[in-house]
Nanobody, 122 residues
Framework: QVQLVESGGGLVQAGGSLRLSCATS????????VGWFRQAPEKEREFVAA????????YYSDSVRGRFTISRDNAKNTVFLQMNSLQPEDTAVYSC???????????????WGQGTQVTVSS
């Protein structure tokens, strides 16, 4: 079992920045890739970014590449999502999950956090 807790969401104006954290506990964290997904109202959950257990491999959706940066600190069992140049279309609930079998679809993830709300005003 792996427990995940997201934090760092909030309200920000367009062009601003937020840093999300995903703190994990339970099983050995370093064996999992961690990904961030988001779900806007009346939309399906979509992939945002992911990072391999070593931190060497990072993956981004086209909509956030160049604006968001994912990183991890295995000593602290935490993954971070630095979000810059935020836009109203980034408004969503952001959730992190862990996977050992691919990173791009939510079905590949075995444990999830409860999510944190990000709201970007225009």
């Amino acid at each position: 079992q792996v427990q995940l807790v997201e934090s760092g969401g909030g309200l920000v104006q367009a062009g601003g920045s937020l840093r999300l954290s995903c703190a994990t506990s339970g099983r050995t964290f370093s064996n999992y890739a961690v990904g961030w997904f988001r779900q806007a109202p009346e939309k399906e959950r979509e992939f945002v970014a992911a990072i391999t257990w070593s931190g060497v491999g990072t993956y981004y959706s086209d909509s956030v590449r160049g604006r968001f940066t994912i990183s991890r600190d295995n000593a602290k069992n935490t993954v971070f999502l630095q979000m810059n140049s935020l836009q109203p279309e980034d408004t969503a609930v952001y959730s992190c999950g862990v996977t050992r079998n691919g990173v791009f679809t939510e079905e590949q993830y075995v444990f999830w956090g409860q999510g944190t709300q990000v709201t970007v005003s225009s």
